[in-house]
């Protein structure tokens, strides 16, 4: 299919931060963004990624306002366009145990530490202050604004989203494949009615159920 001019535009704004490092001697650089933060299941996901500066992916953005057919798409282009990529998984019971920040950033560190390429920079999405050995380069709304941590947030929402769709087939009261483990409605009424299932975070659900 023929990338319309318009897209071509929106790809050359989108990754013109990206441009200032890519063409920067010596540095690698690489997007992170994490996806579930605020569902009451599951884990929270961080993706890390390495990006070349060509060829540009069409279409890649913030992976919230892609449709599920083109992020799938998309995941499978990221896989092999990219230099490197990796995801880390944090689950419920340590984001019980040291709330869901502290959850996030382990996870920022630990799909850092598997990259397994010599990242100098890093775009993130809003965190600072991270544990890992780049410089850090915060945005807020950063997977709307750059390249990288577009194709970050991608990586990580379609593997959570896969996840969470197999959790359904074990949990199918609570809609798992629908709502992903967010508080919809739906959600919270299976809750109410059925109590809570492995997977879902203690310390979110203490008003749905006693």
Not at 131 to 152: C, E, F, M, N, V
Not at 177 to 205: D, M, Q, V
């Amino acid at each position: 299919m023929k990338v319309t001019e318009k897209e071509l535009q929106r790809l050359a704004e989108l990754s013109k931060i990206d441009k200032t490092y890519w063409d920067q001697p010596g540095v690698i650089l690489a997007g992170m963004d994490e996806v579930g933060r605020g569902p009451l299941a599951g884990p929270v996901v961080v993706g890390c990624v390495v990006m070349p500066p060509e060829p540009l992916l069409p279409y890649i953005n913030d992976s919230k306002k892609l449709s599920e057919k083109r992020r799938e798409a998309l995941y499978d282009q990221i896989l092999a366009t990219s230099l490197a990529h990796s995801t880390a998984w944090i689950g419920p019971e340590v984001i019980d145990e040291i709330n869901i920040l502290e959850a996030t950033k382990r996870g920022f560190k630990e799909a850092f530490a598997k990259i397994g390429v010599p990242v100098t920079d890093v775009l993130i999405d809003a965190l600072r202050g991270l544990d890992i050995p780049a410089r850090q380069h915060p945005l807020i709304h950063g997977d709307a604004l750059t390249y990288s941590i577009g194709a970050a947030s991608i990586l990580a929402k379609v593997a959570r989203d896969r996840y969470m769709i197999e959790q359904d087939a074990l949990y199918p009261q609570y809609g798992f494949a629908r709502n992903k483990g967010y508080g919809t409605a739906e959600h919270i009424a299976a809750l109410k009615a059925y109590g809570p299932c492995p997977i879902h975070r203690k310390s979110f659900i203490g008003h749905f159920v006693p």
